[in-house]
Nanobody, 126 residues
Framework: QVQLVESGGGLVQAGGSLRLSCAAS????????MGWFRQAPGKEREFVAV????????VYADSVKGRFTSSRDNAKNTVYLQMNSLKPEDTAVYYC???????????????????WGQGTQVTVSS
């Protein structure tokens, strides 16, 4: 089992920044690629970003590319999502998720992930 706990959400004005953290416990964190997803009210959960177990590879959704950056610190069992130039359409509950490594072709799909955090609310006001 891997337990994931997100933090860092909140209310921010458009153009502002937030950094989300996701702390992991349980199994070896460095064996997992870590994804970020979000879900807005009335919408399906959507892929935001993923970072490989080593931190060497990342993929971003087109809607956040150039504004969001994911990083990780395997020594601290934590993955981060730095969100800059936030827009009202970024408002959602943000989730981190873990998928065992070596399944890179599947990392864009929410149902590929084995473990999920409880989510943290991000609200961007206009």
């Amino acid at each position: 089992q891997v337990q994931l706990v997100e933090s860092g959400g909140g209310l921010v004005q458009a153009g502002g920044s937030l950094r989300l953290s996701c702390a992991a416990s349980g199994r070896t964190f460095s064996n997992y690629d870590m994804g970020w997803f979000r879900q807005a009210p009335g919408k399906e959960r959507e892929f935001v970003a993923v970072i490989s177990w080593s931190g060497r590879s990342t993929v971003y959704a087109d809607s956040v590319k150039g504004r969001f950056t994911s990083s990780r610190d395997n020594a601290k069992n934590t993955v981060y999502l730095q969100m800059n130039s936030l827009k009202p359409e970024d408002t959602a509950v943000y989730y981190c998720a873990a998928i065992y490594r070596d399944q890179w072709s599947r990392v864009l799909l929410a149902n590929s992930y084995d473990y999920w955090g409880q989510g943290t609310q991000v609200t961007v006001s206009s």
